[in-house]
């Protein structure tokens, strides 16, 4: 069984800073894919970021970059989202999520699918 918990979310005002933190438990991550993904009120859960567990390799979508960065460190089993210059439009509630397998050529990280590990979600919102 595997468990995601994030923290870190909060209130923050237009041009803020926030960084979320996801730490993984129950299994051993060394090849799998790490996502965030958040859902606003009444939309659609949506993919913002994803990062291989090995290389690093990143993926975001348009809207965040250079605004949002992923990380991770490995030996804490823990993955981050650096958000900078926070828009109204990023408030929704950011969920953690995990693959079950090892990162391969063809793999969807922007699909719900691919992750069936998820966390609860924290809250972020940012104010105008």
């Known amino acids: 069984q595997v468990q995601l918990v994030e923290s870190g979310g909060g209130l923050v005002q237009t041009g803020g800073s926030l960084r979320l933190s996801c730490v993984a438990s129950?299994?051993?991550?060394?090849?799998?894919?790490m996502a965030w993904f958040r859902q606003a009120p009444g939309k659609e859960r949506e993919f913002v970021t994803a990062?291989?567990?090995?290389?690093?390799?990143?993926y975001y979508r348009d809207s965040v970059k250079g605004r949002f960065t992923i990380s991770r460190d490995n030996a804490k089993n823990t993955m981050y989202l650096q958000m900078n210059t926070l828009k109204p439009k990023d408030t929704a509630v950011y969920y953690c999520?995990?693959?079950?397998?090892?990162?391969?050529?063809?793999?969807?990280?922007?699909?719900?699918?691919?992750?069936?590990?998820w966390g609860q979600g924290t809250q972020v919102t940012v104010s105008s």
């Open positions: 129950g299994r051993t991550f060394s090849s799998n894919v």
């Open positions: 990062i291989t567990w090995i290389g690093g390799r990143t």
């Open positions: 999520a995990a693959s079950r397998h090892p990162y391969y050529s063809g793999f969807e990280y922007y699909a719900k699918g691919e992750y069936p590990y």
